[in-house]
């Protein structure tokens, strides 16, 4: 089955850059000089042609699981003994430009096994530029 997938990070939609203008091998957490400058001026930078987009972004990372048998227990709570399917760990994140000074990064996650939900990796910015007396 091949699956297509069109949808960009809301970061990249925002700024029309590409990840790897901001990110060390194009992903994770090692910014280049874009990237710490971008998260400086608190994600609000923008290339000025998508500033009425909502900057949401999600993921959904699940498994699947048959054996030849059922198994007595299934393999976490909730996880049938056979031919289970199951959302491992889903994510919103809610990342750029909100105000022309204020910028977020914040990461939502949904843990299938343990069916909790919980709010992590937040971070929201205010910043500005000023001149001060010399």
Request: proline share 4%.
């Amino acid at each position: 089955m091949n699956l297509d997938a069109n949808a960009l990070p809301s970061f990249a939609r925002q700024t029309g850059l590409a990840c790897s203008s901001c990110h060390v091998e194009s992903f994770g957490p090692y910014l280049t000089s874009v990237g710490r400058n971008f998260k400086l001026s608190g994600y609000t930078q923008t290339d000025s042609t998508n500033n009425n987009l909502i900057p949401l972004s999600g993921m959904i990372r699940g498994s699947s699981t048959h054996t030849q048998e059922g198994q007595p227990v299934g393999a976490v709570a909730r996880f049938w003994n056979n031919n289970g399917t199951i959302d491992d760990n889903s994510a919103i994140f809610l990342v750029g430009r909100i105000t022309p000074n204020i910028g977020a990064f914040m990461e939502g996650t949904y843990d299938g096994g343990e069916n909790k939900g919980v709010l992590d990796n937040s971070d929201i910015r205010f910043a500005d530029h000023f001149e001060g007396p010399i």
